[in-house]
């Protein structure tokens, strides 16, 4: 009884995919990823999602770590905060982000105003409102590690002699590495397919801030064929991603 | 005993309140000194060590090690962990899975501001004195149980502590290894000349390792004393049933073992010189007449006392040597023991555990 639906969904879920591998140029396709467009995209969007992981990383790993470990009034609160841009519709993302920091921002009008900053609609803009999606994905990641790491380690680790930084630094982030680099992977994958929350703070300028998804939407009026290959490009990126996350998401249907 | 101030020992007053339950032990332990806590869980052991480790505050009382305050609420003193002198064992060994073996005993050497080449030099040194020099880089979980527990020491002692502390340090062991591992460990706190508090629920373990027993129920005292003198004389139902062993001191020759204060055991595998032989009143059978079957110790005497404890009878018998019978209700009335009553004890060599003195 439940096959058909069962089967209907799968299809549902990977005919798609299959049209956009049988469809793609693949004779074209070494000419289109080596054209100046195309190449201009993959590498802004590399350069942006890595930046934005690392800023993520930075500021992210502290917050999981207050998150996990700090127990301070409003804490539900503050993590339920953390978590909103992950159902955010991200182009709300985007409008919010233009009114902290566009040029008459919250924020924004400040930074105009005294340094001469502008921030929206330039490379750095597509970094932020990367960030700003892609961060509870991370946060979420390593604060689970977090909990789930035996924190008598921690303790032994005090008998030894050392410090709360040096414990924090040898034995922690170590023990809880693995959480950290799944969270950054997955973190990353966000980022590369940023759209609504880039194309409404960072617009769409080609070399500035035309990143990957961008330019497939764009191409897709213009040149098919170049819009189809960017696709299996980001594709290809989610495979990578699965892959690397495969022990802790694949198998983790059966515990 | 009592220790004079500036002594090397320790001295504690351990009070602490916990949701609906309270500690309340005192302890002195000399330098070269081991004391066992022994108790059933959920008595307060493991809060004690905590509390003397500085990973959990007093509510009230003191602890002093050496002469230096710990730990004193009433005085607003509270020494934290990585400043004090103490060296923990735990129940689970807890080595850091990410390090080598090598790293895990140089960490406290590295944390307390050695050197990298120097830590890792010494602690290769203390791998060695635990024999395991050669699985130096070999990461925890390839580990054996016993080995772990081996690095764990050498972790502890590296750090030179004033106060080493051992959380139930067997616990983790199956039966084929405990005993090289307690005979081992006994060894290195021989030559240990800080102060040693174990905890144990296992009374074998506790009188192997330790000077001095602590018997703790319920948060408190019940009893304490040498090893001997707590298995002689329990005073609790706890005590009677777990550390109501029998156990004796003599020496050996081969598998015979002349007992101090009379009588000779015969023990399962060779011993040589001053031994400890400790078994469980339930492994000792009595019989009217001489018993035919396996046991190899077979001795005569006269009971000498009767306690009910439950639905068993501990039997006592006056003989060569004295010993303590676990027995059914029904075999008391069937062997019609009563004081004064003559009859034959046998034990299997193989439910002796000996170890030397």
Known sequence: MLLLPAGLGFAFLVLPLLALVVRAPWRALPSLLVSPEVGTALRLSLVCATSATLLCLVLGVPLAWVLARADFPGRRLVRALVTVPLVLPPVVGGVALLLLLGRRGLVGRYLDAWFGISIPFTTGAVIIAEAFVAMPFLVIAVEGALRSADRRYEDAAATLGASRGTVLRTITLPLIAPGISAGAVLCFARALGEFGATISFAGSFPGVTQTTPIAVYLALESDPPAAIALSLVLLGVSVLVLVSLRDRWMTGASR | ?357
């Open chain 2, 1 to 357: 005993m009592t220790l004079e101030p500036g002594s090397p020992g320790l001295d504690a007053e351990l009070v602490v309140d916990r949701e609906g339950f309270t500690l309340e032990v005192s302890l002195e332990v000399g330098a070269g000194e081991v004391l066992a806590l022994l108790g059933p869980n959920g008595a307060g052991k493991s809060t004690a060590l905590q509390c003397l480790a500085g990973l959990l505050p007093l509510s009230a009382g003191s602890a002093t090690l050496a002469g230096r305050c710990l730990d004193d609420p009433v005085a607003g003193v509270f020494v934290p962990a990585p400043e004090r002198r103490v060296g923990m064992v735990f129940q689970d060994y807890l080595l850091f899975p990410h390090l080598s073996a090598v790293d895990n005993v140089a960490f406290g050497l590295r944390a307390r501001g050695g050197g990298r080449r120097r830590a890792r030099e010494q602690a290769r040194d203390w791998l060695g004195r635990v024999d395991l020099a050669d699985l130096a880089d070999v990461r925890p979980a390839a580990l054996s149980g016993g080995q772990a527990q081996r690095v764990a020491l050498a972790r502890a002692l590296a750090t030179r502590p004033r106060l080493l502390l051992l959380d139930e340090p067997l616990a983790a062991l199956d039966a084929s290894t405990r005993m090289q591992v307690r005979s081992d460990l006994r060894r290195h706190l021989d030559a240990y000349a800080g102060c040693t508090v174990l905890v144990s629920h296992d009374p074998l373990d506790a009188m192997v390792l330790a000077d001095r027993l602590v018997v703790v129920e319920g948060g408190r005292v019940v009893q304490q004393g040498t090893p001997a003198d707590v298995a002689r004389a329990p005073r609790t139902d706890y005590t009677a049933r777990l550390v109501g062993l029998n156990l004796y001191r003599g020496r050996a020759q081969g598998q015979s073992v002349d007992v101090e204060g009379g009588g000779t055991l015969t023990t399962a595998a060779p011993v040589v010189g001053e031994v400890f032989l400790a078994f469980a009143p339930s492994a000792v059978a009595l019989h009217r007449d001489e018993p035919t079957g396996s046991a190899r110790n077979r001795w005569r005497g006269r009971v000498a006392g009767l306690e009910q404890r439950g639905d068993t009878v501990r039997v006592e018998l006056d003989a060569s040597p004295r010993v303590l019978a676990d027995v059914t209700v029904a075999a008391v009335a069937a062997l019609d023991l009563t004081l004064g009553a003559s009859v034959w004890a046998a034990v299997k060599a193989t439910e002796i555990a000996c170890y030397p003195a």
